[in-house]
Nanobody, 113 residues
Framework: VQLVESGGGLVQPGGSLNLSCAASGFRFSSYAMSWHRQAPGEEREFVAFISNSGGSIKYADSVKGRFTISRDNTKNTVYLQMNSLKSEDTAVYYC???????WGQGTQVTVSS
């Protein structure tokens, strides 16, 4: 199982980023996927979930209305579109297949003026 997150960076408050997670080593289309994040000194927390077909989606209350999770099963990739970013969104973002205990290296998102 390999998970490669990308798309992070430095952005001003109110800005946008689109994260990608390229997955391999398992049958991607059979697994729900989720995004999580970990801020410095904090526990890793849930951000968003998408079912294997994309028909069921859930968000943490803190990102609801600002973030959008999606997936492309033909590309084995899950995305996280992040809009209206706030300083409190600063964290390392990770994707994870549900039911598989494996994390990628993550991608750093820093929201700062």
């Amino acid at each position: 199982v390999q998970l490669v997150e990308s798309g992070g960076g430095l952005v001003q408050p109110g800005g946008s980023l689109n994260l990608s997670c390229a997955a391999s080593g398992f049958r991607f289309s059979s697994y729900a996927m989720s995004w999580h994040r970990q801020a410095p000194g904090e526990e890793r927390e849930f951000v968003a979930f998408i079912s294997n077909s994309g028909g069921s989606i859930k968000y943490a209350d803190s990102v609801k209305g600002r973030f959008t999770i999606s997936r492309d099963n033909t590309k084995n990739t899950v995305y996280l579109q992040m809009n209206s970013l706030k300083s409190e969104d600063t964290a390392v973002y990770y994707c994870k297949p549900n039911g598989i205990v494996r994390w990628g290296q993550g991608t750093q998102v820093t929201v700062s003026s």
